[in-house]
């Protein structure tokens, strides 16, 4: 949900990529004006939200943190540093923020809410939560109810008065919007009533539910808060965009404004894994081979090829024989598991995924002959990234914004390597072991550094002047690749020494086309240092657009008259 629109009408926010570096940012859009601006200090942002006085926008970063940033200059505030889910917040004029997240915890019940003391202690996801908007303690809103096949409460929406909230239920599955409802929520009693079925709901302040549906048609139905009853289900319009995570664009303003965006189902399953050369030329891995993949990355030998592929019910790590071998599905655990890591010598691949709630970093051999293993458990921010070094010497990982690494060997001792005092994300441990990149937006722009490891004080090297993400080393070490803020994949000589030293740095070719995720390198460097491993984007054919509607509630009026 990537696009919300201020209370008067007036102004549209929407997430964005940055320019050339890819990474998503709020842009906002004054209808009175013909250019957007770009929001400071939203970079990593997702799904943004109004404050009910529309002087402040909340959102929800890549990261997992919560934060509020102020239209007026200042820079945000950060109320939750973790733990958030990515799936839509709201502003209720109570005072309180609402959100999601993906584990049951100790947050205290506010006063009047029941307790479903049967899920205290279940493995479940937690539903929602809220927290003051200028920060404070936690509170507990909804549960999942196992009992009812619930895996997630989603996308709040909370209506003027602060006593209802609109919310989404999965059912069975986090991905499939066939089998999602729409629910009511009483604030004060915490009681849950389901409506009607669709994939994300809004309320109208025409006093309707507006719900999209899986095929991407906008229906309404009226809504008495009294009785806590909906009404017959009208259809509006159809060509919603509805993305493969089963959520959907589009927001309604209290004078009667609706925002979208159209192109109805989204469908990325003719997204294709390419090679890439240094000119830019590109050949199909396997012409064949098509899907919603990410994170593509190759083994040491490169012979084979490991990535994320998300199908309508999860995510899950897939191995593939090169170039025209078949393919094999290495994980089961959970509904997600992603962002995959060769060992050393290539019999094992670490992943993250999130069984049990907060995802943690597991280990499975390659061939998938043995279930997989727990490699590092992470606290409540959880793990975003887990790698072996090419030296196969040591696991480092992503937790927040801290960067951690062990020797690895039983009973290891874990030591802080980045201690998260800067967004810093997406590290990599040079061939040698010597050195570690990563990237950091400690300087105001995410910009790529090295440090020499595991001694990271011993000295910082900026690689990047004007801005760049995803560092990537070569086999020898001897180049280290990046993505730059202009948007081309860029190399720099490392030259040989005892210090590490910078050469020349030139661009290879423009990213344009590819898929790209400032916290993680969308592609990898063949074993012959010669070409890449990408994933190149199906064309979309609705493009990236936002629908205006004015005089919406007229037309609501007159349809439900109809």
Do not use: C
């Not at 089961?332 to 992603?338: L, Q, Y």
């Amino acid at each position: 949900n990537q696009i919300a629109i201020s209370p008067d009408g007036r102004r549209i926010a929407y997430v964005g990529r940055g320019e050339g570096d890819g990474v998503p940012m709020i842009y906002l859009r004054d209808r009175s004006r013909l250019e957007a601006q770009r929001i400071s200090g939203t970079e990593g942002a997702n799904q943004p939200f109004f404050s009910p006085d529309g002087t402040r926008i909340g959102f929800i970063t890549e990261d997992r943190k919560l934060k509020v940033v102020s239209l007026g200059g200042e820079p945000p505030l950060t109320l939750l540093d973790s733990g958030i889910r990515r799936a839509g917040g709201a502003w209720g004029d109570d005072g309180y923020i609402y959100f999601a997240v993906s584990e049951l915890d100790s947050a205290p019940e506010p006063a009047g809410l029941r307790r479903v003391s049967e899920l205290d202690s279940a493995p479940e996801p937690a539903g929602l939560r809220r927290v003051p908007e200028t920060g404070g303690p936690i509170e507990i809103v909804t549960r999942v109810d196992s009992a009812r096949n619930e895996v997630r409460h989603y996308f709040p929406d909370v209506l003027p008065g602060g006593r209802l909230a609109i919310l989404t239920i999965a059912r069975g599955t986090n991905y499939d919007a066939s089998t999602r409802d729409i629910a009511i929520v009483d604030l004060e009693t915490g009681e849950v009533t389901v409506l009607l079925s669709g994939a994300i709901g809004h309320w109208s302040p025409s006093g309707h539910i507006l719900v999209i549906r899986p095929d991407g048609a906008l229906m309404a139905a009226p809504f008495d808060q009294a009785t806590r009853e909906a009404g017959p289900v009208v259809p509006l319009l159809e060509g919603v965009q509805v993305e493969v995570q089963a959520s959907a664009d589009f927001g309604v303003s209290r004078t009667g404004t609706l925002v979208y965006a159209p192109g109805g189902i989204q469908d990325l399953s003719a997204n294709r894994i390419v090679w890439v050369d240094r000119a830019g030329n590109v050949t199909p891995v396997d012409p064949d081979w098509t899907g919603d993949y990410s994170a593509p990355r190759l083994s040491p030998d490169g012979r084979r090829l490991a990535a994320d592929r998300q199908d309508p019910d999860e995510i899950q790590i897939w191995v593939k024989e090169l170039d025209d071998g078949p393919e094999a599905k290495l994980t089961f655990e959970g509904d997600t598991s992603f962002w995959p890591a060769w060992s050393a010598d290539g019999s094992e691949i670490a992943f993250v995924s999130n069984t049990g709630g907060t995802p943690q970093g597991f280990v499975r051999r390659a061939d998938a002959a043995v279930a997989a293993e727990l490699l590092v458990a992470g606290d409540t921010a959880g793990i975003t990234d887990v790698r072996f070094s090419p030296d196969g010497e040591w696991v480092y990982w992503v937790t927040g914004a801290n960067v951690l690494a062990r020797r690895n060997e039983e009973g290891a001792e874990t030591i802080p390597v980045l201690d998260g005092s800067y967004a810093e994300f997406n590290p990599s441990i040079s061939p040698d072991g010597r050195w570690i990149a990563f990237g950091s937006n400690e300087s105001g722009q995410n910009e790529v550094y090295v440090r020499p490891f595991p001694k990271v004080r011993d000295g910082r090297w900026l690689i990047t002047s004007d801005g760049g993400v995803s560092p990537r080393w070569s086999p020898d070490g001897t180049e280290l690749f990046y993505k730059s803020l202009a948007g081309d994949v860029m190399v720099a000589e490392v030259l040989a020494g005892a210090s590490f030293v910078i050469g020349e740095r030139r661009a290879l070719f423009p990213w344009a086309g590819f898929l790209t995720n400032g916290a993680h390198a969308q592609y990898d460097v063949h074993p012959d240092g010669d070409r890449f491993v990408m994933v190149e984007m199906a064309a979309s054919e609705a493009g990236d657009r936002i629908l205006v509607v004015e005089n919406f509630f007229e037309e609501l009026e007159a349809r439900l008259s109809n």
